[in-house]
Structures are given as structure tokens and as C-alpha cells.
């Protein structure tokens, strides 16, 4: 598939929707995340691939000392932005009016 017409159907996809039913198969591709081109097979691995790379970095935020936290600035400023944002999340989603999806919601942004 050419560069152009992947744009074309990334614009068709932004000016129409995509049908629920296959939303989480499509937004991979049009964030990039999935190469338009990828075969079922490379996107497995990719995909291994990241999944790999998340838990390497979630296990090192999560290993942060607060020793480690002191020296560390740019780390506190996001943790405190992320404890304040997902305090204030709107309860009025159904999704967020569980308290255990915002404890989620937390440990995923953090």
C-alpha cells in the first residue's frame, strides 16, 4: 500500500468513524503503532516486543526509591500530575464510577 492511500483511508477513517466492532483492531494502525504493511505474524512479535519493553519500565518506576525520588525531579512532577489527574477523573463515565478502575487507571498512567 502506497503512502498516499494510507492517507486516503486514515482520512476516510477520520471523516466516517470506524464501527465499534472493530475499533480496537483498527486504532493500532491509524496511532502507528502497527505498521500498515505488517502481517499478523510480525505484529505478534512487535507486539511481544512492547509488552516486554512496558514491564522493564513499569518495574523500574515502581522500584524508584524515595532516596531515588528526591534527586529526581521530572519523576515527582509527573507522579503528582498523574495522582492529581486521576483523583479528578469524571465519575460520571460508568467505567470510572468503580473505584477499582481508577486504582487501573492509576497504575497505568504511573
Do not use: C
Amino acid at each position: 500500500m502506497s503512502s498516499d492511500e494510507w492517507t486516503h483511508i486514515k482520512q476516510a477513517i477520520f471523516d466516517g468513524g470506524v464501527e465499534a466492532s472493530i475499533q480496537a483492531q483498527v486504532w493500532p494502525f491509524i496511532l502507528g503503532f502497527y505498521k500498515p504493511d505488517s502481517t499478523a505474524a510480525e505484529r505478534a512479535v512487535y507486539r511481544q516486543q512492547k509488552d516486554s519493553e512496558y514491564h522493564q519500565y513499569k518495574q523500574q518506576w515502581t522500584s524508584i526509591t524515595a532516596e531515588q525520588e528526591s534527586h529526581f525531579k521530572e519523576f515527582r512532577d509527573r507522579r503528582w500530575r498523574i495522582e492529581k489527574d486521576v483523583v479528578r477523573t469524571d465519575r460520571l463515565y460508568p467505567f470510572y464510577e468503580d473505584e477499582t478502575n481508577i486504582t487501573m487507571l492509576n497504575d497505568i498512567l504511573l
